[in-house]
């Protein structure tokens, strides 16, 4: 019965993955990008890594504790760049630990760094590359905007620039 159990599980996972868009032939090796919401750093990030490095990697990011939604001002902010992320969802981390073709793990969040598993399926780099939390600011929608559009270009050069051999190069 637990061999069974298992064996849907795993039939599940593989489905899941698949709607999630995941190579599961490993075709390309996989990037998650973990935050704990997944409602905007790590939405953002995802774009952006796959518009930069798309061609090299299979792109996907989680929250150790998902948003219900994308947050709106991290879909305006990347729309103001042509990028459309306003269909994407937020999802569990949960969804993508048994996932084997998960090569490299960018934690974008403190709180994700700190309950994030330490071990993974398989080989993965870990990389923590720590953004401010833009979903954390104050003032009118404006001074908020203003924080996701610097949020943005700081994650744009980052997954730029990004090499999983030489970890994250970040400019200022």
């Not at 599940?12 to 490993?26: A, D, F």
């Not at 935050?35 to 518009?51: D, F, I, V, W, Y």
């Not at 960018?106 to 598993?117: E, H, K, R, T, Y």
Request: aromatic share 6%; proline share 6%; with cysteine.
């Amino acid at each position: 019965m637990l061999l069974r159990w298992m064996l849907l599980r795993r039939m599940l996972l593989r489905w899941m993955l698949r709607t999630e868009g995941w190579q599961v032939s490993g075709e390309k090796p996989g990037v998650l990008i973990l935050c704990t919401g997944n409602s905007a750093r790590s939405q953002m990030a995802e774009a952006l890594l796959r518009k930069w490095q798309g061609s090299r990697f299979d792109v996907h990011s989680a929250g150790t504790d998902p948003k219900p939604a994308i947050h709106p001002l991290a879909i305006r902010a990347m729309s103001e760049i042509g990028i459309d992320i306003r269909h994407g969802r937020p999802k569990d981390l949960s969804a993508f630990l048994d996932n084997p073709n998960v090569a490299h793990v960018l934690i974008v969040c403190d709180n994700a760094n700190q309950s994030c598993p330490r071990s993974w399926k398989g080989n993965f780099t870990r990389t923590f590359m720590p953004f401010e939390d833009p979903a954390a600011a104050t003032g009118t929608e404006e001074e908020q905007l203003s924080v996701f559009r610097r949020v943005r270009d700081e994650i744009d050069r980052a997954m730029k620039a990004w090499q999983p051999e030489r970890g994250p190069e970040r400019t200022a």
